[in-house]
């Protein structure tokens, strides 16, 4: 198709955020991914959905509710945008819950992994799961019967519930036919029965099925004519007017508590639901039927991510792997990393290579009597952390340690408030950033005496500091003692945790200060040398693409002749293809085992291959509201391996790898096995070890 003026450049930010989900749903569906694998794709899917419905959905609501217009570049009204967005959630969902049913669930069942219904059970496990019923669920019940003086209850953000119809007077002779029952969330959604009743090598109960079985023990002397499941999803976007707080902890603390209970965005019911019970919770709940999602099955998939944990089954799961380490056959560990960063700078490329060097960096700081301050950045990091625990264990030995603390990074805002106490308490200087500006970058430095003078040595990031994810994310990571960009990193920690004006940075580009200038700069600059008929390339790969002015800039780039191949995870709102805008642009998403994580920006710049990572994607929020750093690989070597790492396998990449056509629609192409190639695959065989 060709591009005319009337048409719109950019594409819908919802619109792009579902495909991607309906990538991920294409794992759950490749019949090659092992089962177990399968199952987890399509709990990823739904944890997608939850935040996407969380946040996206109801920032949508938002605006239809104040009746604004349409806010983004691509200028859809909110109400045309919502519409879209629940007609395609609903096709995914039941997709979703189709694959589940005819192919997940039946291939487990014929690995000897059993699912039980109720009707399924023997006689053996309905009594094993009624003393369960006594033993773990009715003690921690609380039934809630609608009356007067108990009107329907706000039902908390994503829990599992149950709405109860029933008949006959309770010991007061109230007579309201309907009661709701909250299900615990400290129990799991899926219990696991004893091996000696199990009908196979494994066999699982839903939590939601031990309930049903026994929702009457809870109504006394009343006949139960019906138990329906549901799931309310909840506005979770936080409010707090940083503008207006005295202490920016204390405010999020009172906040972090409505997120439970924010205005309700959608409604998830199990099939068995009656069209009264249903509209009667859509009421309660201020839904429409476009909120309403009727599954045929668990409405929380979502909580069924770590059943695989619980199944030896190594043969429906991926290979495991050991990340390899970035040292010599003969050594079996880095036994001073600073000594070997004295000799060169060291590059790690997550999940293939270990994190493990980035905690022994902290970990080796926080014993090292040399070492005398220790600062880092922290946006998520996990309830349970070794760079935590390793910073804690510094200050504790009256080293200076400097953390800046991220208190409003989405859903790790409670872990992080916990770290930032317990710093505290060990004498840790903690702040909270800048008011206004989310720390996003990733840092750490330490500076260590030798020789009679200071040293200076830093990590820079892609990914965060948490080991948990470094397993499962791709990211680099980039340690070096350089002069010139240990001096940028120290003056960025000087404006995070002082006052006054930035100062001028030799290497690092950096948010809100001046990385989106710097990346049409450098954009313009490929425009400059296509014209003095230099040599010109552009690659990015990052998560995704939004921000007007660089899809601008790169469709002015396409039109004088640059080649250009973007990688973007998930949402993009450039149009590739079009000629006379963009036929020189091509667009692509990775979808494979790994969450694709990494920004890489390659500059060809006559033959000078300049090559960034950062902790940034091209979107507005990260070039205006937060703090990212973008960094230059300066070693040769390592600018040759992020290349023939980070750039080109996926570029190659024929099986994992999602083209995107003018629409914002995808196509994954299929061949040959001789001729597959996966660059997630090569990536493991090349720096990990795999069983």
């Not at 794709?41 to 944890?47: A, G």
């Not at 939601?208 to 009457?216: D, E, N, R, T």
């Not at 220790?374 to 510094?394: F, N």
């Not at 350089?482 to 945790?497: A, G, M």
């Amino acid at each position: 198709m060709s591009y005319s003026p009337t048409s719109n450049p950019f594409l819908n930010r919802e619109l792009s955020q579902i495909e991607f989900n309906r990538r991920v749903l294409a794992q759950a569906e490749n019949k090659d991914n092992p089962l177990l694998e399968r199952l987890r794709f399509l709990c990823i899917v739904s944890s997608n959905l939850d935040e996407f419905f969380e946040v996206r959905v109801a920032g949508l609501k938002e605006q239809i509710k104040l009746d604004t217009p349409g806010l983004g570049p691509d200028h859809m009204v909110p109400h045309r945008a919502f519409k879209l967005v629940s007609e395609q959630s609903h096709q995914i969902v039941a997709r979703q819950y189709q694959l589940l049913n005819a192919e997940i669930l039946p291939g487990l069942a014929n690995e000897s992994i059993h699912f039980l219904r109720r009707d399924a059970w023997d006689d053996k496990q309905r009594d094993w799961i009624k003393a369960f019923f006594f033993r773990e669920l009715m003690p921690v019940l609380t039934p809630i019967g609608l009356d007067p003086a108990h009107p329907f209850p706000r039902v908390l953000n994503k829990s599992l519930n149950f709405a109860v119809a029933l008949e006959g007077k309770d010991a007061f002779g109230r007579n309201s036919g309907t009661a709701i029952v909250q299900a615990p969330r400290i129990l799991p959604r899926v219990i696991r029965l004893p091996e000696e009743i199990s009908c196979g090598q494994y066999s699982f109960v839903f939590l939601s099925s031990i309930l049903h079985a026994h929702v009457g023990e809870l109504f006394s002397g009343m006949n139960t004519l019906g138990c329906y499941q549901f799931r309310a999803t909840r506005n979770s976007d936080l409010f707090v007017d940083e503008e207006a707080v005295k202490n920016l902890r204390i405010a999020l603390q009172g906040e972090l508590p409505q997120r439970h209970f924010g205005n309700a965005v959608r409604l998830e019911v199990a099939d068995n639901c009656s069209q009264h019970i249903a509209d009667f919770l859509l009421e309660q709940l201020c839904l429409t039927r476009d909120d309403f999602y009727q599954v045929e099955g668990p409405v929380n998939l979502a909580r069924l991510m770590y059943v695989s944990d619980q199944i030896n089954r190594p043969d429906l799961k991926f290979p495991s792997f050991i990340p390899g380490l970035p040292i010599s056959p003969q050594k079996k560990k880095i036994t001073n990393i600073f000594q070997m960063l004295r000799k060169h700078d060291l590059l790690l490329h997550h999940p293939y290579q270990s994190f493990q060097p980035v905690i022994h960096f902290i970990q080796q700081a926080a014993i090292d009597p040399n070492v005398v301050a220790v600062k880092q950045t922290v946006y998520r990091t996990g309830t349970d952390s070794m760079v935590m625990d390793a910073l804690i264990a510094a200050a504790s030995r009256g080293k200076e340690v400097t953390v800046v603390v991220e208190l409003l990074a989405r859903f790790d805002e409670e872990a992080n408030i916990n770290w930032a106490s317990r710093l505290e308490e060990v004498g840790a200087h903690v702040v909270y950033g800048v008011v206004g500006h989310k720390t996003h970058s990733k840092i750490a430095m330490i500076v260590r005496r030798e020789e009679g003078k200071l040293r200076r040595y830093v990590h820079l990031g892609t990914g965060n500091y948490h080991p948990g994810t470094a397993r499962s994310y791709t990211d680099f990571g980039l340690l070096t003692c350089h002069e010139e960009i240990c001096t940028d990193v120290n003056e960025v920690f000087i404006q995070l945790t002082g006052l006054g004006r930035a100062g001028k940075l030799t290497h690092l580009w950096q948010s809100p200060f001046n990385l989106h200038s710097q990346i049409l700069n450098a954009i313009n600059n490929e425009i400059q040398n296509i014209k003095a008929g230099k040599p010109t390339r552009i690659i990015a790969k990052m998560n995704a693409l939004l921000e007007p002015r660089i899809i601008q800039t790169l469709y002015a780039a396409s039109n004088s002749g640059i080649s250009i191949d973007l990688i973007v995870r998930g949402a993009c709102a450039l149009r590739p293809g079009i000629q006379g805008m963009s036929e020189n642009i091509r667009v692509r998403s990775i979808i494979g085992r790994f969450l694709e994580h990494t920004r890489i920006f390659y500059f060809c710049n006559n033959n000078a291959h300049n090559v960034y990572l950062s902790s940034a994607d091209w979107m507005d929020r990260n070039f205006f509201r937060r703090i990212e750093l973008c960094f230059p690989v300066l070693d040769d070597r390592l600018k040759k391996r992020v290349i023939n790492e980070g750039l080109k396998p996926y570029l190659r990449d024929n099986c994992q790898a999602w083209e995107m056509d003018q629409n914002g629609g995808y196509r994954c192409k299929s061949v040959r096995p001789s001729r597959r190639y996966s660059a997630q695959e090569a990536l493991l065989g090349k720096l990990a070890v795999v069983s």
